[in-house]
């Protein structure tokens, strides 16, 4: 079955930085875009970051030029690096994908798009 199972989550100090995985089975990993999301406390689930099969990305604007995003398919690992974090970057961070195969999720950072998800890891940002 589909499993998406994230790691790397952890507490750390402003201005730090973290490597989030997002390993994948039970599908062609390669033939899937990801999304990255993210969940603070008291907030609803926002899209963080997105690569397609192909390797095409797209960002939200808060962690433009913060974060990358990048999919090692030989793996069947997608990354977000995450660099010169604030407090606001805390939160429950989730990988997810869709249904179909070699098909592109628009808009990209709707979550309802997705179909299957990680359980999350926690990200703490603060001093």
């Known amino acids: 079955q589909v499993q998406l199972v994230e790691s790397g989550g952890g507490l750390v100090q402003p201005g730090e930085s973290l490597t989030l995985s997002c390993t994948a089975s039970?599908?062609?990993?390669?033939?899937?875009?990801i999304g990255w999301f993210r969940q603070a406390p008291g907030k609803e689930r926002e899209g963080v970051s997105y690569i397609s099969a192909g390797g095409i990305t797209y960002n939200s604007g808060s962690i433009q030029g913060r974060f990358t995003i990048s999919r090692d398919n030989a793996r069947n690992t997608a990354y977000l690096q995450m660099n010169s974090l604030k407090p606001e970057d805390t939160g429950v961070y989730y990988c997810?994908?869709?249904?179909?195969?070699?098909?592109?999720?628009?808009?990209?950072?709707?979550?309802?798009?997705?179909?299957?998800w990680g359980q999350g890891t926690q990200v703490t940002v603060s001093s």
């Open positions: 997810a994908t869709g249904r179909n195969p070699r098909r592109e999720i628009f808009p990209w950072d709707q979550d309802s798009k997705y179909t299957y």
């Open positions: 039970g599908f062609a990993f390669d033939d899937y875009p």
